[in-house]
């Protein structure tokens, strides 16, 4: 979809009326973007309010030493601080001596829970909607709002409302003519923000804002941008298309042009997500044997890999099942400490876990079978548009 638009650009840029026609129609789009504000740390706020006050600091403990792991997310007291996501909790902790401040562990469960009913109910005000993350998601408005601005923000405004009516938690929210903008004006007032860009103050909007901003624009990427003399996303839109793609190749040269001139035809569309892959099937004889549970099993986990891999789904906890002799049904799971794609992991822990299940039961088995759950989209293909942008 996007080279189509490449390429009309390329060969409109010589008849300027049909450029006009081919912005114009992308830009009878209404995006918006909502965006959870400082969410895991948020949501532990509206279970415990006494801690609403101080800095609160989410952690995923690895579990090897009292403070090894990382900070998951922090609230705004704590990010005065110089708190940030990804940091290291000793680290969060040297930052915060003396401040009062709370640390918790995360709690998925809880964080989806809640999610989940926030998604439901912002699908029910998109014409298309697609989530991208646990707590952001994009709704195209342009039919239900028959392309007006104000009722955009009108509708974005009952929004807000709505979220911290049913849970409690502000977000915000950028509204524009497409993802690019709309994710970009979320992020620009936060937290409890809301920013509308109508296509004609794009320009101005993005022209002063630093070209990290921009999906794709990481820490090397910025370092080379300056290195030609862009700063901002406005000097990234003057900059020659044609030098732009001598540094960075074609497509990531073409994005980055597109992008920092507020063009982007990407769709906001569904992306079907299962709750759970499984497969179950039964022994060739019923027995208490590890070996032959796990033959059946290890190609379980193969197929299972397959499945996830076309989803570009990593999964976060891992079932096994067992139907025993007298067809009752058994089952054990485990919560792995991260998020992974590897069937090496899968396997192992199919193995450790049937492994322990023997030792505490004395049946005969006759099926078994393996589940994965608790997906999150794989980072590196979390953006359909910036898919082939090298991370960094
Ligand atoms: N998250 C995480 N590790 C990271 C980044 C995020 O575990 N490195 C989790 C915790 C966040 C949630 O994902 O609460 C959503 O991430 P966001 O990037 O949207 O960040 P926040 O919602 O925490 O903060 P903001 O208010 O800036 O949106
Ligand atoms: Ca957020
Ligand atoms: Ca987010």
């Given at each position: 979809?996007?080279?189509?638009?490449?390429r009309l650009?390329?060969?409109v840029?010589?008849?300027?009326?049909?450029?006009?026609?081919?912005r114009?129609?992308?830009?009878?789009?209404?995006?918006?973007?909502?965006?959870?504000d400082?969410?895991?740390?948020?949501?532990?706020?509206?279970?415990n309010?006494s801690?609403?006050?101080k800095?609160?600091?989410?952690?995923?403990y690895?579990?090897?030493s009292?403070?090894?792991?990382?900070?998951s997310?922090?609230n705004?007291?704590?990010?005065?601080?110089?708190?940030?996501?990804g940091?290291?909790i000793?680290?969060?902790?040297?930052?915060?001596?003396?401040?009062?401040?709370?640390?918790?562990?995360?709690?998925?469960?809880?964080?989806?829970?809640?999610s989940?009913?926030?998604?439901?109910?912002?699908?029910g005000y998109?014409?298309?909607?697609?989530?991208?993350?646990?707590?952001?998601?994009?709704?195209?408005?342009?039919?239900?709002?028959?392309?007006?601005?104000?009722e955009?923000?009108?509708?974005?405004?009952?929004?807000?409302?709505?979220?911290?009516?049913?849970?409690?938690?502000?977000?915000?929210?950028?509204?524009?003519?497409?993802?690019?903008?709309?994710?970009?004006?979320?992020d620009?007032?936060?937290?409890?923000?809301?920013t509308?860009?109508?296509?004609q103050?794009?320009?101005?909007?993005?022209?002063?804002?630093?070209?990290?901003?921009?999906?794709?624009?990481?820490?090397?990427?910025?370092?080379?941008?300056?290195a030609?003399?862009?700063?901002?996303?406005?000097?990234?839109a003057?900059?020659?298309?044609?030098?732009?793609?001598d540094?960075?190749?074609?497509?990531?040269?073409?994005?980055?042009?597109?992008?920092?001139?507020?063009?982007d035809?990407?769709?906001?569309?569904?992306?079907?997500?299962a709750?759970?892959?499984?497969?179950?099937s039964?022994?060739?004889?019923?027995?208490?044997?590890?070996?032959?549970?796990?033959?059946?099993?290890?190609?379980?986990?193969?197929?299972?890999?397959?499945?996830?891999?076309?989803?570009?789904?990593?999964?976060?906890?891992?079932?096994?099942?067992?139907i025993?002799?007298?067809?009752?049904?058994r089952?054990?799971?485990?919560?792995?400490?991260?998020?992974?794609?590897?069937?090496?992991v899968?396997?192992?822990?199919?193995y450790?876990?049937?492994?322990?299940?023997l030792?505490?039961?004395?049946?005969e088995?006759?099926r078994?079978?393996?589940?994965?759950?608790?997906?999150?989209?794989?980072?590196?293909?979390?953006?359909?548009?910036?898919?082939?942008?090298?991370?960094d």
């Amino acid at each position: 979809m996007s080279f189509v638009l490449f390429r009309l650009e390329k060969n409109v840029n010589h008849h300027p009326q049909l450029l006009v026609l081919v912005r114009s129609h992308l830009q009878d789009r209404i995006v918006m973007l909502v965006d959870l504000d400082y969410f895991f740390a948020q949501a532990e706020e509206t279970r415990n309010p006494s801690i609403r006050d101080k800095p609160v600091v989410v952690c995923v403990y690895s579990g090897r030493s009292e403070d090894s792991g990382a900070v998951s997310t922090a609230n705004y007291a704590a990010r005065k601080f110089g708190v940030r996501s990804g940091m290291p909790i000793g680290l969060a902790k040297q930052k915060l001596e003396n401040a009062d401040a709370v640390f918790l562990p995360v709690d998925d469960a809880f964080y989806e829970d809640i999610s989940k009913r926030i998604m439901s109910f912002l699908r029910g005000y998109a014409d298309s909607f697609e989530q991208v993350g646990i707590d952001e998601a994009y709704l195209d408005v342009s039919r239900r709002i028959k392309g007006s601005y104000e009722e955009a923000a009108e509708l974005a405004r009952r929004i807000k409302i709505e979220i911290v009516t049913s849970d409690g938690l502000t977000c915000s929210i950028g509204v524009g003519p497409n993802k690019i903008v709309a994710k970009i004006a979320s992020d620009i007032h936060k937290p409890d923000g809301l920013t509308v860009v109508k296509p004609q103050q794009v320009t101005e909007f993005f022209s002063p804002l630093s070209v990290d901003r921009l999906i794709g624009v990481g820490v090397k990427t910025t370092e080379k941008m300056r290195a030609l003399g862009i700063n901002t996303i406005g000097d990234l839109a003057k900059h020659d298309v044609q030098r732009l793609i001598d540094v960075f190749g074609k497509k990531v040269g073409l994005y980055f042009h597109n992008a920092s001139s507020g063009v982007d035809n990407d769709p906001v569309q569904e992306r079907a997500e299962a709750e759970s892959v499984s497969r179950i099937s039964t022994l060739k004889e019923d027995t208490r044997e590890l070996r032959l549970i796990i033959e059946k099993t290890d190609r379980q986990c193969k197929e299972i890999e397959a499945e996830l891999k076309q989803g570009c789904l990593t999964f976060k906890t891992v079932t096994i099942i067992a139907i025993m002799k007298n067809m009752s049904v058994r089952s054990r799971s485990k919560s792995l400490e991260n998020k992974t794609s590897s069937v090496d992991v899968l396997i192992k822990t199919v193995y450790e876990l049937f492994e322990k299940f023997l030792e505490q039961s004395d049946l005969e088995i006759r099926r078994v079978g393996v589940k994965v759950s608790g997906f999150a989209r794989d980072e590196k293909s979390q953006q359909q548009l910036t898919s082939f942008i090298e991370k960094d």
